[in-house]
């Protein structure tokens, strides 16, 4: 198994349909134990235990310094190590530039962009003290070509600003044994897709990716495996896409 023995933590993981709780089920699936973190009316616990009697569930708002250091030492009180952090929590808004208010700008950076910056301070310290760790951050093809078809443009500047968080901790943390690196996925089915594109859109988004279909959770959580994993030994700083082709640069 690819992830035999490691401990990750995932957070926004409890949605049945989204890309944490697909990437916990993946990294259980190969060997990891895994610390769910989601907010309280996501029922992390409950997601954790669909996962198995040996992971953990966590309510944590990765907004809130406190709470995330708290899930972290929790999730090294029950495993004694954390190796895999996954920063997947992100919000989003289908609004246009001169409709952004500042709660919504502070809204939807506090949670991708804040949160990001949060959590990893939180696992570090653990990281540094075994010399390894791998984390992960999704950002988006939005952040890369400049909007999205659900986001807004604060959206695509809170995952644009997470491209340059992991690869600004890719340089500092690398000659500790710590690898950072992006995932950015273009439009994948999830909850946040869910009833909000009928035929005719989806198939006319479709014609643009060479793929020729839009992405499940189970292809960003194959790309978050490998780069949790030794298969990934010598990848830090990188943007890896997973957009069928929809942005080929």
């Known amino acids: 198994m690819l992830l035999q023995d490691k401990v990750a933590v995932i957070t ?97 950076l506090d949670v991708s962009l804040r949160g990001s910056l ?33 986001g807004g443009p604060h959206y695509s500047a809170a995952k644009a600003g997470i491209l340059g968080l992991a690869r600004a901790m890719a340089r500092e943390f690398g000659a500790e044994g710590i690898r950072v690196n992006c995932i950015a996925p273009g439009l994948i089915e999830t909850d946040i897709t869910q009833g909000k594109l009928d035929d005719a859109r989806k198939a006319d988004i479709i014609v643009g990716i060479p793929l020729s279909r839009l992405g499940c959770a189970n292809d960003v959580a194959g790309a978050c495996v490998f780069l949790a994993s030794d298969l990934s030994a010598y990848c830090t700083g990188i943007t890896l896409d997973v957009n069928g082709g929809m942005l080929i640069h």
């Open 12 to 108: 926004g993981g409890a949605g049945p349909n989204g890309l944490g709780f697909a990437t916990a089920k993946l990294m259980a699936a190969q060997g990891a134990k895994v610390a769910v973190l989601d907010l309280e009316r996501a029922h992390p616990a409950q997601a954790a235990a669909q996962l198995g009697a040996e992971h953990l569930g966590l309510v944590a708002d990765v907004t809130d310094l406190a709470q995330c250091q708290a899930a972290v030492t929790a999730t090294l009180a029950r495993f004694g190590r954390i190796d895999i952090l996954v920063n997947n929590a992100g919000i989003t808004q289908p609004v246009k530039t001169l409709d952004i208010t500042g709660a919504d700008y502070d809204r939807i």
């Open 118 to 150: 949060y959590m990893s301070q939180s696992v570090i310290p653990a990281m540094r003290l075994q010399g390894s760790g791998s984390i992960i951050c999704i950002s988006s093809v939005s952040a890369q070509r400049g909007g999205g078809i659900f």
